[in-house]
């Protein structure tokens, strides 16, 4: 799959395809429903799909003291496409010059001209052009002047509510990793390089390993059972620490996973940590020998649920 900048021309061969539109963070069940449809239609008559998404999110963009929210990068997003089928990712940069395109220059503009899309597949909720201006009642009225079919896929919903990032934030915010799971149809995944620290999981006796929360979503600080997926593939199973570590100083917030029954040094490495379970909230403990005591537990229990 072809990783293209939004704002240059398509190649030949990827034009005239059928164009899925959204920001599309976390492609959870909503999103790929709308994939799913550009992907399938592309494939019906024979031409290319394609993803039009956008860096940074427009929220980021108009909000930028805004607390971090985003549920995959922009590395995870493009394996979730190609794995559902799309021939390639074009990546709107959102800045105050997008910001202020008109929503008849951007079917027309970005849409015809420099992507030339033959259709394109959306939810319905969809809103584009400045001042979120163009919705999709304009989209479709504006494509047909253009030569541009446009389909709007209804939301998926669950007990009667719409899938959506919002909920899977919510639900991780409260530790509910299940629900952020089953939304996502995979579970909330933090992907970084493994850093050095200050080596006190290793006297422990439960060495970690450290990975930055970047520009990720802050779940709910606390112990979680994790899987971690390595460079090479090799899934292994842990427990860690989400937050500030409130024993130690100085606070800072990090991922640290202790993965079971794994010795190889990670220093260095890309680790993928999804985060299966949350168990309990930090806490501080008397001393360390408490703080090992209660480890021990966290290691256990962790155990237990990834059995189950």
Not at 55 to 82: A, I
Not at 153 to 161: H, M, N, S
């Amino acid at each position: 799959m072809e990783r293209l900048h939004g704002s240059s021309a398509v190649p030949t061969q990827l034009r005239g395809g059928i164009v899925a539109l959204g920001n599309f963070d976390g492609f959870h069940r909503g999103h790929q429903a709308v994939v799913g449809r550009a992907v399938n239609r592309a494939r019906a008559e024979g031409r290319p799909a394609l993803v039009a998404t956008f860096d940074p999110h427009p929220m980021r963009f108009f909000r930028p003291e805004s607390p971090w929210f985003r549920l995959t990068t922009l590395e995870q997003r493009e394996r979730l496409l190609l794995a559902a089928g799309v021939d390639a990712m074009l990546v709107f940069e959102f800045d105050a010059e997008f910001a202020d395109v008109s929503p008849p220059d951007f079917v027309t503009e970005w849409l015809g001209r420099r992507i030339g899309a033959a259709g394109v597949a959306t939810g319905e909720d969809f809103t584009f052009g400045k001042a979120r201006g163009g919705d999709i009642t304009l989209l479709k009225m504006l494509g047909r002047a253009n030569r541009i079919s446009v389909e709007s896929v209804a939301p998926v919903t669950e007990d009667d509510r719409p899938v959506s990032s919002t909920w899977i934030r919510e639900a991780l915010h409260a530790g509910d990793c299940e629900t952020a799971t089953r939304l996502l149809t995979r579970p909330f995944t933090i992907e970084g390089v493994v850093e050095h620290g200050d080596k006190r999981g290793r006297v422990l006796g439960y060495p970690t390993a450290n990975i930055a929360l970047g520009h990720y979503l802050r779940p709910r600080f606390g112990i979680y059972a994790v899987r971690g997926r390595l460079d090479d593939g090799r899934l292994i199973e842990g427990v860690a620490n989400l937050g500030t570590r409130p024993m130690f100083d100085p606070p800072r917030e990090l991922l640290e996973p202790y993965f079971f029954d794994f010795e190889e040094d990670l220093y260095g490495r890309r680790v993928e940590v999804e985060l299966v379970s949350f168990i309990r909230d930090e806490m501080m403990f008397g001393d360390l020998d408490a703080l090992k005591a209660r480890m021990a537990e966290d290691a256990q229990e962790a155990r237990r649920r990834l059995a189950g």
